[in-house]
């Protein structure tokens, strides 16, 4: 058997009690956090947490090179750990089928996500979100600015009325960087703000899921000069707003009223 369990957004008491029980009742548990990490709890956390080993795998570990984790729920139950929910990365979802191909039963334990946190903390109506996209440092896309891509998908968005949740870049282990690095709301919104438009409205959310989450809504000009604290960061561009959305940017994300003015009737 191998398990996919998705352990929540912040730290080891993030994971649901499905996937805690998962996890004690596995022969072996494996992680990747390239995709996502918990910005709370390092490894050490995890193993202390759970009382088990647990076996991180870099991105060449689990696209290319599965078969330990594979070999290990053949011969056992295996779990597979990851940030937020386990089936948002398709590296998971390839992980899986190649599993199910080799006859291994699997499961997914599912737990909060960078997407609906943004929702449930901004009060911007989920269903309201149309197709999200990952902002790149400038360096990792071989460009300077946004790509067309971007700007593309939130204009589209915004034409439909629709909100734009952004992914902002996560480097781990990568050779460019000291470390791992991470891209800062304020980052994003000044890369939006110089190459598409500064006078739009944007909503960050930073460290969803922790005890000191933060949510703040202005024009991309002004995010761009705030400090939202550690990561992980969130960036929304919203479309057209119901007046409880824009009820909710002024109340809980303290946005300024000029930046709403267009948005009311």
Not at 22 to 51: C, N, P, Q
Not at 170 to 199: F, N, Q
Not at 205 to 232: I, K, Q
Request: proline share 4%.
């Amino acid at each position: 058997m191998l398990t996919f369990v998705g352990l929540g957004l912040y730290d080891e008491r993030s994971v649901t009690v499905a996937g805690a029980d998962a996890i004690a009742a596995a022969d072996r548990a494996f992680a990747e956090f390239y995709t996502s990490k918990l910005v709370g709890a390092d490894v050490a956390d995890l193993e202390a947490y759970h009382d088990t080993d647990v076996e991180v795998r870099d991105r060449a570990g689990v696209e290319q090179d599965p078969e330990p984790i594979l070999a290990a729920a053949e011969s056992g139950d295996c779990v597979f750990l990851t940030a937020g929910d386990t089936m948002i990365s398709t590296t998971h979802v390839d992980l899986r089928l190649r599993a199910e191909e080799r006859g291994i039963d699997t499961r997914v334990i599912h737990a909060p996500t960078a997407e609906s946190a943004a929702s449930s903390l901004t009060g911007l109506q989920n269903y309201r979100f149309g197709k999200a996209t990952t902002l790149p440092f400038e360096w990792a896309h071989g460009a300077d600015g946004v790509p067309s891509s971007v700007v593309e998908t939130v204009e589209d968005n915004r034409q439909r009325g629709l909100h734009t949740l952004c992914y902002l870049d996560i480097k781990v282990d990568h050779p460019r960087v000291d470390g791992d690095e991470y891209m800062t709301a304020s980052h994003a919104a000044g890369l939006l703000a110089e190459h598409w438009d500064a006078d739009a409205l944007g909503v960050v959310v930073a460290r969803a899921g922790a005890p000191d989450a933060t949510v703040r809504a202005d024009r991309l000009g002004a995010l761009a000069e705030m400090d939202f604290g550690e990561p992980l960061h969130l960036l929304v561009i919203p479309g057209d707003l119901h007046h409880v959305e824009t009820d909710a940017l002024a109340g809980l994300a303290d946005a300024p009223a000029d930046a709403l003015d267009e948005y009311r009737d």
